[in-house]
C-alpha cells in the first residue's frame, strides 16, 4: 500500500488515491489472509505527517527545515477517506471489529512535544548529514550522532527505536482500548 501511495504522491498527490482500490485491497488482505485464520480485530493504520520527514524535507529544498505543508495536508485527505471505508470493510467482515490508528495525530505529538519526550533533533536523521542517507547507506562506515535518543529520526526516513517505544505506547493506550 504504501508504495502505491508513494507512487501516487510523484504524480501529483495523495489526495488522488482511488478508495474503491483501497477498500478492495484490505478486503482481499483481510478476508483472504488474516480473517479466514480467525482474525476478527483490526487495527488499520493512516499515514503519517510524511511531509515532516527528513528526506522529504530535504528534497523540499527549505533550507529551514520546515515540514512540508503540502505533504502533510495530502497525507490527511488520505486519512480522512481511510477512516471513512472503516464501516464499509468492517461490514464486509462479519463479527470484526476495526479501529482506526491515528499515526498523523500519534507522530504530531512526538514532533510537537520535544520538551516532553527530550529530543534535540527533529528535522535531521541520526546517520550521516541526516538529510539523505536511508537504510543500507546507514553502515559501520557512516557516522552516528552521538546521543541517538536525542533525535526522532535514525534516517533520513525511519524513526529511532524511543519514537517506536512511544508510538507503542500511545497505541497501547489510546487504541487497544477500543476493542
Not at 10 to 39: D, F, H, P, Q
Not at 64 to 74: A, I, T
Not at 164 to 178: L, S
Request: charged residues 15%; proline residues 4%; glycine residues 10%.
Amino acid at each position: 500500500m504504501i508504495s502505491h501511495i508513494t507512487t501516487v504522491h510523484r504524480g501529483g498527490g495523495w489526495a488522488l488515491v482511488n478508495t474503491k482500490i483501497l477498500c478492495s485491497s484490505w478486503r482481499v488482505l483481510m478476508s483472504r489472509e488474516l480473517y479466514n485464520l480467525g482474525g476478527r480485530q483490526f487495527i488499520l493504520a493512516g499515514l503519517p505527517p510524511f511531509g515532516c520527514i527528513p528526506l522529504q524535507i530535504t528534497l523540499s529544498g527549505d533550507l529551514e527545515r520546515g515540514c512540508v505543508d503540502e505533504q502533510n495536508s495530502e497525507a490527511q485527505v488520505y486519512n480522512s477517506k481511510l477512516q471513512k471505508l472503516i464501516p464499509t470493510l468492517q461490514g464486509s467482515l462479519r463479527g470484526s471489529k476495526i479501529v482506526y490508528l491515528n499515526a498523523y495525530e500519534a507522530f504530531t505529538v512526538i514532533l510537537q512535544g520535544t520538551n516532553k519526550y527530550g529530543f534535540a533533533e527533529t528535522t535531521l536523521g541520526c546517520c550521516g548529514t541526516g538529510l539523505t542517507e536511508v537504510g543500507i547507506l546507514c553502515n559501520r562506515f557512516t557516522p552516528i550522532c552521538r546521543n541517538v535518543s536525542s533525535y526522532v529520526f535514525y534516517d533520513a526516513v525511519h524513526p529511532t527505536e524511543r519514537v517506536y517505544r512511544i508510538a507503542t505506547d500511545y497505541i497501547v493506550k489510546n487504541v487497544i482500548p477500543q476493542f
